[in-house]
C-alpha cells in the first residue's frame, strides 16, 4: 500500500518561497515516476511539475524558472522548491505516485500580501 504524505505548505508573500516535501512508503520510490498537482478553488487540477525515476524533470510553463522538482531516492522523499511566488500559484499541491496513480492528502500553499 503506497502513501505519500506532503508538508510545508503555508501562507507566504509574494516574491517569496517555499519548500513541499512529499514522504513516500510503500513503494520501491527509486523506480516511480512522480510528480506535484495542484488545484486552485474552482479549477482542474493540473500537473506543476513530474521527475523521472532517473531525475529528469518536467514543468509547466507557468512555473518555468521559478519552481524545482527534486527527489532522494535514499530517502524516498520527493520535493518542490518554489521561488518567487505569485497570487496565482495559490492552491492546494499534492503528490502523485504515476506508477501507483496513489495521490498524497494535499498541503495548502497561499500566497498573499
Known amino acids: 500500500q503506497v502513501q505519500l504524505v506532503e508538508s510545508g505548505g503555508g501562507l507566504v508573500q509574494p516574491g517569496g518561497s517555499l519548500r513541499l516535501s512529499c514522504a513516500a512508503s510503500?513503494?520501491?520510490?527509486?523506480?516511480?515516476?512522480m510528480g506535484w498537482y495542484r488545484q486552485a478553488p474552482g479549477k482542474q487540477r493540473e500537473s506543476v511539475a513530474t521527475?523521472?525515476?532517473?531525475?529528469?524533470?518536467y514543468y509547466t510553463d507557468s512555473v518555468k524558472g521559478r519552481f524545482t522538482i527534486s527527489r532522494d531516492n535514499a530517502r524516498n522523499t520527493l520535493f518542490l522548491q518554489m521561488n518567487s511566488l505569485k497570487p496565482e500559484d495559490t492552491a492546494v499541491y499534492y503528490c502523485?505516485?504515476?506508477?501507483?496513480?496513489?495521490w498524497g492528502q494535499g498541503t495548502q500553499v497561499t500566497v498573499s500580501s
Open positions: 502523485y505516485d504515476l506508477h501507483s496513480r496513489t
Open positions: 510503500g513503494s520501491i520510490f527509486s523506480i516511480n515516476a
Open positions: 521527475v523521472s525515476s532517473g531525475g529528469s524533470p
